[in-house]
Structures are given as C-alpha cells and as structure tokens.
C-alpha cells in the first residue's frame, strides 16, 4: 500500500526557515507527479510547487512562493523535500504531499504556522 508521510512542520516567526519533507512507502511505478500543496484556513488546497522527475526537466513554484521555497527529491530515499526560507504569516497552511501514478495519493498533512 502505497503511504505518504509528511514531517517537518512547526512554528516559526516570519523571516524563518523550514524543512518538510515527505517520504513515500511502497512506492508506485509510473509516477508522472510529485508535488507539494497547501490549505490555508477557509482557503481552497493550492500547488506550492511539483519536482521535475526526468532529466533536465524544470520544477514548477506558485508565485507566491517562487525565490524563497525549494522543491527536491531524493530518489534513492524516496523521499521529497520542501525547503521553505523567507517564511511569511501568508504561508501558514496545512502542507499536503501529492503524488500522482494512474491515482492519486495524499500524506495526512503537516502544519506550518509562521507568526508575524
């Protein structure tokens, strides 16, 4: 069974940094995305950001985020980082990791609170 499992969250006061990261169990063949989402209270879930997976392919970053936050991968550890620098009251949110391999699979979510 394939599991998402974020970790990483906390509070931090504005201008700090944070590293999430997401390791995945069991993982699937045919993987076409990885990506990072986040839900703000009363907000609808939003991509922060997806890792190119093929050589030479480009990671894709929100606008919102774009200069301050990091997406990688580590393949040989199955795992996906968010390094999140530059924190702003605007990014607190629940952080979702997504994965996509003909289904879709979500982690539980980890909170990120940045206090101004």
């Known amino acids: 069974q394939v599991q998402l499992v974020e970790s990483g969250g906390g509070l931090v006061q504005a201008g700090g940094s944070l590293r999430l990261s997401c390791a995945v169990s069991n993982s699937p063949r045919g993987i076409t995305v990885m990506a990072w989402y986040r839900q703000a209270p009363g907000k609808q879930r939003e991509v922060v950001a997806t890792v190119g997976l093929d050589a030479g392919s480009t990671n894709y970053y929100a606008d919102s985020v774009k200069g301050r936050f990091t997406i990688s991968r580590d393949k040989a550890k199955n795992t996906m980082y968010l390094q999140m620098d530059s924190l702003k009251p605007e990014d607190t949110a629940i952080y979702y990791c997504?994965?996509?391999?003909?289904?879709?699979?979500w982690g539980q979510g980890t909170q990120v609170t940045v206090s101004s």
């Open positions: 997504h994965l996509r391999a003909f289904l879709d699979y």
